[in-house]
């Protein structure tokens, strides 16, 4: 992850690794006004200590944008968070002791990878397919492993950019029902769906709601370096949840917290969403556009609609780690599918986000990486 992150910074590198948001879609003068305001009237309480479950502002904001998606929340519910990063850690760290078995999507979120290591877990990959978690697989393996938790990013996951069906997405919650198993779905992109109708989130599925943990950002909606992000949990759980956080952190950071609120109470966040939604739709058909045109023979990639990622899985042969460098060498840059995997690696895959990029500069960086992956082949061919 740093990285990848480092990989961003670099200002001649067209850069698909990271997947940071478009930064014509931050609201600098909305965002600015929110702290001046917070600044203003509250100074003395948004400078000072908070609550470590959150401030309750920004809670009940973030239960009615909830409810917005059929998920009945009320702002008890929540525990907010230094990112939803730090929500799979805290979480982990409360649920799992050494030896847990955490179920996972294979491929999967990386940094959530980091986290189940960190605290000892033992994680055994779902196989997956290009709708996701295979079901069939996925009940084989909670039967056979008796997990703690299954991990997932349902809606246009990281890396592949696939989306869980309707009819999993149920499957998921009766065996999750049935076997005892905690559900922890995060949902970062959810809101950045271009084509196709929303899907219910797991945690609105009555069978398994005492069990599924639901996780959010303020990242790809206000901006990363706010830092915020979200658990939606049962009361147990949260308790708990909180009690770890605080070890951890105290709270999060309180001005940011009240600049959001703040910031959410005034602003047309669903104009913003759908300013998002559009601009991402024509950066996506951008870069499948582009990788059509220029991948070797034989290549494939997912066609998300929705969320910031490309997954991309080139001819056997290939090996993405090795290439990197010489990616970089043509000031171009992605992440190495290997890492993503928890179990057996499949070495030619690679992620591309397209959220960072206009139009040009995507077609300009495919080209540079075709340029590297024709130079890959000569060499292959001439040993």
């Known amino acids: 992850m740093r990285d990848s992150l480092a990989l961003t910074s670099r200002q001649d590198v067209i850069s ?23 600044l203003r009237e509250s100074s003395a309480r948004v400078l000072q200590y908070s609550v470590t479950d959150g401030d309750p502002a920004l809670r009940e904001a973030i239960a009615l944008f909830l409810a917005r998606a059929e998920l009945p929340t ?4 929540l525990l907010v ?26 491929p999967t979120y990386v940094a ?7 605290v000892r877990a033992r994680v055994i990959p779902v196989p997956t397919d290009s709708d996701g978690m295979v079901i069939e697989a996925l009940r084989e393996l909670v039967v056979e492993y008796r997990p703690r938790m ?14 869980l069906p309707a009819d999993r997405r149920a499957a998921v919650s009766r065996i999750a029902a049935e076997y005892g198993v905690w559900i922890v779905e995060d949902d970062p992109y959810g809101e950045l769906r271009f084509r196709g109708e929303r899907l219910p989130l797991i945690a609105s599925y009555a069978e398994s709601a005492d069990r599924t943990i639901l996780l959010g950002s303020m990242s790809k909606l206000l901006a990363p370096g706010m830092r915020l992000g979200w658990m939606r949990a049962p009361a147990t759980v949260r308790a708990a949840c909180a009690v770890v956080k605080q070890a951890v952190d105290l709270h999060s950071s309180t001005i940011d917290q009240a600049a959001a609120a703040a910031y959410l109470a005034a602003s047309d966040l669903d104009g913003r ?58 000031r171009v840059a992605y992440v190495p599918g ?13 992620r591309m986000s397209f959220s960072a990029h206009n139009p040009a500069e995507i077609r300009e960086g495919v080209e540079r990486l075709a340029a590297v992956l024709d130079g890959s082949q000569r060499d292959r061919c001439s040993r």
Do not use: K
């Open 81 to 106: 968070t230094t990112g939803a990063q730090q929500a799979i850690y805290v979480l982990s760290a409360t649920l799992l002791e050494p030896a847990d078995i955490v179920l996972v999507e294979n």
């Open 16 to 38: 698909f690794a990271g997947g940071l948001p478009a930064p014509e879609l931050f609201d600098v003068e909305g965002i600015s006004s929110a702290y001046e305001r917070v």
């Open 273 to 330: 969403i759908a300013r998002a939604r559009a601009l991402y739709s024509e950066r996506c058909d951008a870069l499948v556009d582009a990788l059509s045109r220029a991948l070797p023979h034989g290549s494939s990639w997912s066609r998300p609609n929705g969320g910031m990622f490309v997954w991309v899985r080139l001819p056997d042969g290939f090996d993405t780690t090795a290439l990197l460098s010489a990616a970089l060498a043509q």
């Open 112 to 118: 959530a990878l980091q986290v189940f290591s960190a």
């Open 338 to 350: 290997a890492p993503f995997f928890a179990g057996v690696a499949d070495s030619s895959t690679l």
């Open 74 to 77: 009320v702002a008890d519910d």
């Open 150 to 163: 299954l991990y997932l990013v349902p809606t246009f996951q990281n890396p592949t950019g696939h989306t």
